[in-house]
């Protein structure tokens, strides 16, 4: 099946330092790649759409200039949270989009990587 | 204004037992849904999607159905196993040509414990 990883798995770093996410599709293609973050106990909210080549569509409310995000090739999107503050303290998690499927008729399918967990002390 | 919503934040069912997880939405651009199962400390995992021309889809011991009318749709599981004791979540997505774009919007959850 698809394989979608993350690095790192975890991070821990000082109040106002940068840290890089990185997502990888590994055995296929992903056009788009999505970030969400979850809080304890709560679901998963996307933070951004990330297009190959393009800039990527952030949603309401989350800062651009904070979480800059790269997606430099079919297989590779990467996130910057930037001046990291506690409060940026979360779970990160990207997912990417196989559209293989729905080429051949069926339907895309979102498949998500392992999760980053970042400490900001 | 929350489209995708799970109800029941957790259910506990013994194992053998069916378990059924519901999911409602009120997007009716929506048009892909999909069940997602999640560890905590971990990503999601794809477990089985419908698309609104079906109204069951039904994997090993995963069926997941689907109400349009009533916007509503359910994973079953069964027999339940200790293992699958984790989050659920439901997801829902339409196509690039609609509103609803390819985005997944999620629901809240609803942790599942089977009991052995």
């Known amino acids: 099946g698809a394989v979608v990883s993350q690095h790192p798995s975890w991070v821990i770093c000082k109040s106002g330092t940068s840290v890089k996410i990185e997502c990888r599709s590994l055995?296929?293609?992903?056009?788009?790649m999505f970030w969400y973050r979850q809080f304890p106990k709560q679901s998963l909210m996307l933070m951004a759409t990330?297009?190959?080549?393009?800039?990527?569509?952030?949603e309401q409310g989350v800062e651009k200039d904070k979480f800059l995000i790269n997606h430099a090739s079919l297989t590779l999107s990467t996130l910057t949270v930037t001046s990291a503050h506690p409060e940026d303290s979360s779970f990160y998690i990207c997912?990417?989009?196989?559209?293989?499927?729905?080429?051949?008729?069926?339907?895309?399918?979102?498949?998500f990587g392992p999760g980053t967990r970042l400490t900001v002390l | 204004d929350q489209q995708v919503k799970q109800n029941s934040p957790s259910l506990s069912v013994q194992e053998g037992r069916i378990s059924i997880l519901n999911c409602d939405y009120t997007?009716?651009?929506?048009?892909?849904f999909l069940w997602y199962k999640k560890y905590p400390a971990e990503g999601p995992t794809f477990l089985i999607s419908?698309?609104?021309?079906?109204d069951k889809n039904e994997d090993g011991r995963f069926t997941v159905f689907l109400n349009k009318s009533a916007k509503h749709l359910s994973l079953h599981i069964v027999p339940s196993q200790p293992g699958d004791s984790a989050v659920y979540f439901c997801?829902?997505?339409?196509?690039?040509?609609?509103?609803?774009?390819?985005?997944?919007?999620f629901g809240g959850g609803t942790r599942l414990m089977v009991k052995p």
């Open positions: 419908i698309s609104s021309i079906k």
């Open positions: 997912s990417a989009r196989d559209v293989t499927p729905w080429l051949a008729g069926g339907v895309d399918t979102q498949y």
């Open positions: 997801a829902a997505s339409g196509h690039s040509n609609n509103n609803a774009g390819n985005m997944l919007t």
């Open positions: 055995d296929f293609q992903a056009t788009t």
């Open positions: 997007n009716s651009m929506f048009d892909y």
């Open positions: 990330s297009n190959e080549g393009s800039k990527a569509t952030y």
